[in-house]
């Protein structure tokens, strides 16, 4: 992990500061650009940042009080990465809060269901129970792990195999698991997935995340693309 960096010089590394403010609103607080942030400046940037300071996104160019960004900043993972609360544009790398574990990669001959001119990508995601940490909902407590090991499957061709290694990343960067309450269970404080799909069935569909799946490796790419982890990511 990169050394921490004080949260004010993150928002100050992707926003820069707008002299003439425009009339709107700041979606973050809902007060109008021109009046006050609805958060409280920490007395520790009080120096360089008033109540008022309006900040644009370099690349996507949305505004909103830096008061409301530093906020809501303060309130996540804290991982030197913005997203902009307009457009989602990603600003540095964004990570995850997904617990320790393993993630391993098997290559298996059998075909999958839709995909016949290839094997089979076997990913096995194994996460054992642990006490959250400070990024977690209720640190200091435990998290439990129902369905692991995980088994999951991609046609081994160029495109699953490009998923792969991008999956790989999300993994690196903390994103494939979070914790929290699962929408199947209702179980609070346990591992669940995090937005990126995965196909847990190999030869058969009964839960719906199994194969044939013509979309899947595109829908994949995409929510990939939405945590920030695309081909870029690759070249580096
Ligand atoms: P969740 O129910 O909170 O849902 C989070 C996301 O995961 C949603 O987008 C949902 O569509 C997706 N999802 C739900 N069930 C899935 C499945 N079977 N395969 C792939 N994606 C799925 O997430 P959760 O609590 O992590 O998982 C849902 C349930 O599936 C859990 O009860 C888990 O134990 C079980 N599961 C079991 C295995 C297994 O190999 N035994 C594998 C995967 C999931
Ligand atoms: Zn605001
Ligand atoms: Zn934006």
Sequence with gaps: TAPAQKPEEVIKKYMEEVPV????????????????????VPAECSQSLQ????????????????????AMYNNGTKDGSLQCPSCKTIYGEKTGTQPKGNMDIYSIPQSLPGHPDCGTIQIIYNIPPGIQGPEHPNPG????????????????NDKGRK????????????LIFTVGTSSTTGEPDTVIWNE??????????????GYPDPNYLDNVLSEL????????????
Aim: hydrophobic residues 30%; proline residues 7%; contains cysteine.
């Design 21 to 40: 403010v425009p009339d709107e609103d700041c979606i973050i607080c809902m007060e109008r650009l021109a009046s006050p942030s609805g958060y409280e």
């Design 51 to 70: 109540p008022n300071t309006v900040g644009k996104f370099t690349k996507c160019g949305h505004t909103f009080h830096m008061p409301c960004m530093l």
């Design 141 to 156: 407590q435990p998290y439990t792990c129902r369905g692991f090991p995980r088994f999951c499957f991609l046609p081994d």
């Design 163 to 174: 998923v792969l290694e991008l999956l790989k990343v999300a993994w690196t960067r903390r």
């Design 196 to 209: 990126i799909h995965h196909k847990t069935e190999m030869m058969s569909n009964v839960s719906g995340h």
């Design 225 to 236: 693309a939405s945590q920030g982890v695309t081909e870029d990511c690759l070249k580096r």
